[in-house]
């Protein structure tokens, strides 16, 4: 691991008289945050667009984290619903759905007085199937980690010596991505899957997906996990009554994207 990409990071972040951070509160964007703020101070500040496919816990431990590193974070209020590409979940969901949200942070972070908007893309992101990346590129979103060459392993070390919480956070895409691609997305079905995700959460499961199939929920979470869920009665009771019918679970386990087979 070369040594030297945490202080060229910090060089390059120092260029900017004030930077917007696209913030979710996940690994990536959280140390991004925490960077940018030790090296602008006040001059770096964040941006959240809150949504439907945005879960509650999600949006206020990204809030709560924000003011732990010190950082002014500005929520943006977005209705996917009124935008078709992302109400159909099509195929080039991520895309579309990046291409408005970046719109919406360029737009109210030039009335601060951003003079860049970042994006937590690092390393190991051009690797995967990332649509949203075109959209970041296309609206000239910079991104410092990547630029700084740091891989996810990067930036989870270098969090957890920062005391950052989200070293070891798993990955928590949209919800949007527990549907079939061309499922019409509703605000009833998202928070079934919140609900449904929330309670498998609480049951200790740490890294799980409920992916939705009409009335079938299929459960996602890693091989060593299985025994642990199938001797778990309360949590499908809990599901039926969120209203799945059908409760199942995925015999290939865990798998970040697994809609995108």
């Not at 991004?32 to 949006?59: N, W």
Request: glycine share 6%; proline share 4%.
């Amino acid at each position: 691991m070369s040594d030297d990409k945490l202080p060229t990071l910090k060089k390059n972040l120092a260029r900017h008289q004030r930077l917007c951070v696209c913030y979710s509160g996940g690994v990536d964007s959280a140390f991004l945050l925490k960077m940018a703020h030790d090296v602008l101070g006040e001059r770096a500040f964040a941006m959240i667009v809150d949504s439907a496919t945005l879960p509650r816990r999600e949006l206020q431990s990204a809030l709560t984290l924000a003011r732990e590193i010190g950082a002014d974070c500005h929520v943006i209020e977005r209705d996917i619903f009124t935008i078709p590409e992302l109400r159909q979940n099509v195929l080039k969901r991520c895309y579309y759905c990046k291409l408005s949200e970046f719109g919406l942070i360029k737009e109210q972070a030039v009335k601060l007085g951003a003079t860049a908007v970042a994006d937590g893309k690092n390393a190991d992101d051009v690797k995967a199937h990332r649509p949203g990346i075109q959209a970041a590129d296309e609206l000239r979103v910079i991104s410092p980690l990547f630029e700084a060459g740091l891989t996810k392993a990067d930036i989870r070390r270098y969090s957890r010596e920062l005391g950052l919480p989200t070293w070891e956070k798993p990955s928590h895409p949209c919800l949007s991505t527990r549907l079939p691609y061309n499922t019409e997305v509703t605000a009833e079905l998202l928070k079934k899957i919140e609900r449904a995700e929330e309670v498998l959460q609480k049951a200790g499961f740490r890294e799980v997906r409920v992916r939705a199939h009409g009335d079938i929920a299929r459960i996602e979470v890693p091989r060593e996990n299985f025994t642990a869920l199938t001797v778990t009665p309360r949590c499908v009771e809990e599901l039926k009554r969120i209203g799945f019918r059908y409760i199942t679970l995925d015999l290939e386990g865990f798998r970040s994207g697994s809609m995108d087979e």
